[in-house]
């Protein structure tokens, strides 16, 4: 799929209709006075178009946020064209594909699971450990052990694809030994900049429903070729999700570890809070870590949010960022994201 050609063109629709058709029980829109609308969902890059249909197959009849979330980036996980999310995901150095996500519900639990091998849906594990454990993230074999104990079924993970395209990168990768301390550089992955939309779309989303209670998801195999056992910001509560439901939630794509270091999300749920709307907050949180760290204009992070009102605002650091918006005016929404650089 190419990710830029939906960027020509596209616009948010600007219209909030008060009703629509296809809306069923329960769900009848709300238009806010600042332009939101409920119930309402956006996530990040192209991908989460597909997605955003789904979650809107559970709020327009009136379904909760929380489930909307989960149906909704179930399918980029599903998805063997994507090679940054789920099961079509590219390996680390090692040829392993892990997996890694995270959920948070509108009362503020939340549950993840981290560096995860042979389990096609880690989001759906990640609801689990937030039901069914006083956990709030569980890691590697652990992660494992306990979804083959929920009966998800294990499968290979590495698809042809995948590992055609990590064989290639093997004979040109510049990496030195995992001892040698010079370490210290970011993989940029098949593409050029590391996490752009070429080799690390990580897919967060957001939904707000028609109750007005907002829940987040977000999901990823990872950056490409990353060393064995790594984990980015995506299964990190505050860093790569974060959702408060007195205010509104946020998620994030790119370079996790530029994320965790501020604690991202968690940060733009924060200025939200304070009043800033939500392409603000993401702004801001996207300065902040220019600020701390000015090399990081090489990297690419983007900041989603969506506020109690519905209202979506995103930043990131380099252009080619996009963002999905669905409601009932239009369900195939996608906008290019506004950028530092």
Known sequence: MDRRRFLQGATIASGMALTAQ????GAAPVATASGGMLPRVCSTWDFGVAANQAAWKVLSTGGRSLDAVEQGVRVPEADLRNHSVGKGGYPDRDGKVTLDASIMDEHGNCGAVAAMEH???PISVARRVME????VLLAGDGALQFALEQGFPREELLTPDSEKAWHEWLKTAKYKPVANSEVKTYNAGPGGTPGDASNHDTIGMIAI???GNLSGACTTSGMAWKLHGRVGDSPIIGAGLYVDNEVGGATSTGVG????R?????LVVELMRQGRSPEDACREAVERILRRKPEAKDLQVGFLAMDKKGNVGAWAIQKGFSYAVCDSTRQDTLIPGKSTY
């Open 262 to 266: 501020n604690v991202g999300s968690f």
């Open 22 to 25: 296809g809306i069923g029980r």
């Open 119 to 121: 389990i096609a849906h």
């Open 257 to 260: 570890e530029e994320v965790i």
């Open 132 to 135: 069914r454990t006083p956990h």
């Open 209 to 211: 429903d028609a109750k």
